[in-house]
Each structure stands twice: as structure tokens, then as C-alpha cells.
């Protein structure tokens, strides 16, 4: 059974994180429950509103079941489309997850689930001390894996898939997502399933114009 509260990760940037962390939110609300979706820390950012905003926070906020403020579901937003922990020194801003925490908390009295994104991979700095790793374990949630389908995303996923276990995580599950058409997918995601001890909870196509997810993916794996 899906987690009601989940932490969303991938095997590096640009995988499709918020593809899969929307179709989520969609999953959850078709099982009934008011979801609502978090990106705590977003890089590359434009000036809407009086304050700088994401389009993967927006998109997580269309479709949630609560109206929140912007800065309680992204409350570490930068200019840059860069690391995390480069782009806050650049703003002279320490990211820190105690704030991070509190924010969470708050959205959870709001909401039977929460669907939090993070960003870029499993280990990208967000402080001098600190990594994305330690957020899911500061917020302790389930994982699910963003895993794109693509030459070397066998290492990759493995990889990030031990590094979650060493952090004492569980691994709620993963997602293969094709970000184009791999001729060996089949056999990739077949690999991944033999040697990943938690659920494939989807394997999610190319997606065309209106296509959405969470029709890809599976609540009761």
C-alpha cells in the first residue's frame, strides 16, 4: 500500500522528479485522501508576484487539495537553475532544515498526505554540512525512486537505492520513467526488478500532450 507521506528522489536532475511527484498527489487523491504537494528547496526560479517562484512548485501546488502560501510549500526558492547549496551562497541564505521541518509540519495539519520533492539526486549539497539525504531522514519519510530509463541508470538507481538503505530509510518503491524511447527498457527495468527489494509502483511512457502519471502508476503495488 502506498504511504500516505512520501519523500520523491532520483537518480540525478532532470528525470522527471515532478512528472511523478504531480502523478502521485493524483494517485493519493483518487484513494480518497487530501494531498498536497511540497518542493522545499527549488533552483532556477523567476520574480512572480513579489517573490521568486518554480514551475515544479506551481505545478505540485495545481494540483493539490489546499490552498497553502507559496513560501510554506517552497520555502527555499533561488534565481539559478543550479546546485541548491551553490545557489544559496550566491544569496547569502543557509538553507536550514529545522525551518524546512517546521513548514512540513505545518502543510501536514492541513492534509491526509503529503507528496515532497526534492531536488536533484539522493546526495546534492543544499549546506555546507548537509545533503537532500538528510532532509528525508530530518522530515523521516518513505522514498520513492525516480528512475530514468536511459544507458547507466542501472548504476545510478542502484547506487541511490543503497545509499537510501545506509541512511536507515525505507524505499517505498521507484518509478521507471521513459524520458524517450529507450530500445533496451524492457530489459533494464526487468534488471532493476530483480535487484531492487521494494515495489515497482510504475513504469511510465513517454508521455504525450494530455497525458498524465498517475494512469501509470499503482497505489497497491
Same mark, same amino acid.
Given at each position: 500500500?502506498?504511504?500516505?507521506?512520501?519523500?520523491?528522489?532520483?537518480?540525478?536532475?532532470?528525470? $522527471?522528479?515532478?512528472?511523478?511527484? @504531480?502523478?502521485?498527489?493524483? =494517485?493519493?487523491?483518487?484513494?480518497?485522501?487530501?494531498?498536497?504537494?511540497?518542493?522545499?528547496?527549488?533552483?532556477?526560479?523567476?520574480?512572480?508576484?513579489?517573490?521568486?517562484?518554480?514551475?515544479?512548485?506551481?505545478?505540485?501546488?495545481?494540483?493539490?487539495?489546499?490552498?497553502?502560501?507559496?513560501?510554506?510549500?517552497?520555502?527555499?526558492?533561488?534565481?539559478?537553475?543550479?546546485?541548491?547549496?551553490?545557489?544559496?551562497?550566491?544569496?547569502?541564505?543557509?538553507?536550514?532544515?529545522?525551518?524546512?521541518?517546521?513548514?512540513?509540519?505545518?502543510?501536514?495539519?492541513?492534509?491526509?498526505?503529503?507528496?515532497?520533492?526534492?531536488?536533484? $539526486?539522493?546526495?546534492?549539497?543544499?549546506?555546507?554540512?548537509?545533503?537532500?539525504?538528510?532532509?528525508?531522514?530530518?522530515?523521516?519519510?518513505?522514498?520513492? =525512486?525516480?528512475?530514468?530509463?536511459?544507458?547507466?541508470?542501472?548504476?545510478?538507481? =542502484?547506487?541511490?537505492?543503497?545509499?537510501?538503505?545506509?541512511?536507515?530509510?525505507?524505499?517505498?518503491?521507484?518509478?521507471?520513467?521513459?524520458?524517450?524511447?529507450?530500445?533496451?527498457?524492457?530489459?533494464?527495468?526487468?534488471?532493476?526488478?530483480?535487484?531492487?527489494?521494494?515495489?515497482?509502483?510504475?513504469? @511510465?511512457?513517454? =508521455?504525450?500532450? $494530455?497525458?498524465?502519471?498517475?494512469?501509470?502508476?499503482?497505489?497497491?503495488?
Amino acid at each position: 500500500m502506498m504511504p500516505n507521506h512520501v519523500f520523491v528522489t532520483g537518480t540525478d536532475t532532470e528525470v $522527471g522528479k515532478t512528472c511523478i511527484s @504531480v502523478g502521485l498527489i493524483a =494517485l493519493l487523491q483518487q484513494q480518497g485522501l487530501k494531498t498536497v504537494g511540497m518542493k522545499p528547496i527549488a533552483s532556477g526560479c523567476d520574480w512572480r508576484e513579489g517573490e521568486w517562484r518554480n514551475d515544479d512548485a506551481l505545478a505540485m501546488m495545481a494540483q493539490s487539495d489546499v490552498s497553502l502560501p507559496y513560501t510554506m510549500v517552497n520555502p527555499y526558492a533561488f534565481e539559478p537553475a543550479i546546485a541548491p547549496h551553490i545557489a544559496a551562497k550566491q544569496a547569502e541564505v543557509s538553507i536550514c532544515l529545522n525551518t524546512i521541518k517546521k513548514c512540513y509540519q505545518q502543510i501536514k495539519q492541513q492534509a491526509e498526505a503529503v507528496v515532497v520533492e526534492g531536488a536533484g $539526486g539522493w546526495l546534492v549539497p543544499i549546506n555546507d554540512d548537509e545533503t537532500m539525504a538528510d532532509l528525508a531522514h530530518k522530515l523521516d519519510l518513505p522514498v520513492v =525512486l525516480v528512475v530514468a530509463v536511459k544507458l547507466g541508470c542501472i548504476n545510478h538507481a =542502484l547506487l541511490t537505492v543503497e545509499a537510501i538503505q545506509q541512511k536507515g530509510l525505507k524505499l517505498a518503491g521507484w518509478v521507471a520513467n521513459h524520458l524517450d524511447h529507450q530500445s533496451e527498457s524492457d530489459e533494464i527495468i526487468e534488471t532493476l526488478k530483480q535487484r531492487i527489494d521494494a515495489p515497482c509502483i510504475g513504469v @511510465v511512457p513517454c =508521455l504525450e500532450n $494530455g497525458q498524465t502519471a498517475d494512469a501509470f502508476l499503482q497505489g497497491n503495488p
